[in-house]
């Protein structure tokens, strides 16, 4: 008997195992670098519209707001935030700080984001904002 030259069975059914198993682990890399990049675009719209919501604030009133963009929920809260440091002794304060906390969720697992900022405000700035409403 004679054996020729080739591959066997086996030989050929491990191989195509290898490639299928290769192939598989492949795609599943490429499907979890897809499931990660939106979620990368959903967080970074997230903090996109919880900056917005901060920066819309001009002149800070103690509060709580909330409402939706898109598929997004947010959540802006602002506070007074005592600064004993800006009073001077026997005259009214000048200038008031406020806190204010912007709280964005999204998604079956309501992931959340959020940005603080601080404001200071003059009394006289206080003062224009509620003559103009």
Same mark, same amino acid.
């Given at each position: 008997?004679?054996?020729? !030259? ?23 890399g ?11 675009? $959903? ?18 009133? &103690?509060?709580?707001e ?18 004993? &440091?800006? $009073? ?8 008031r ?25 003059? !009394? ?10």
């Amino acid at each position: 008997m004679s054996r020729q !030259d080739g591959f066997t069975l086996i030989e050929v059914l491990v191989a195509f195992a290898i490639l299928s198993l290769t192939v598989v682990v492949a795609v599943q890399g490429f499907a979890g670098g897809l499931r990660l990049l939106k979620l990368s675009g $959903d967080h970074q719209r997230a903090i996109l519209i919880a900056d917005q919501k901060a920066r819309e604030v001009v002149v800070p009133k &103690e509060g709580r707001e909330e409402g939706t963009e898109g598929g997004f929920a947010w959540e802006r809260v602002i506070k007074p935030v005592p600064a004993p &440091e800006l $009073d001077v002794p026997g005259r009214p304060a000048r200038w008031r700080v406020y806190e204010i906390t912007v709280q964005v969720a999204w998604g079956e697992q309501r992931r959340t984001v959020g940005v603080t900022t601080l404001r200071t405000v003059s !009394d006289t700035e206080q003062q224009q904002e509620a003559g103009r409403r």
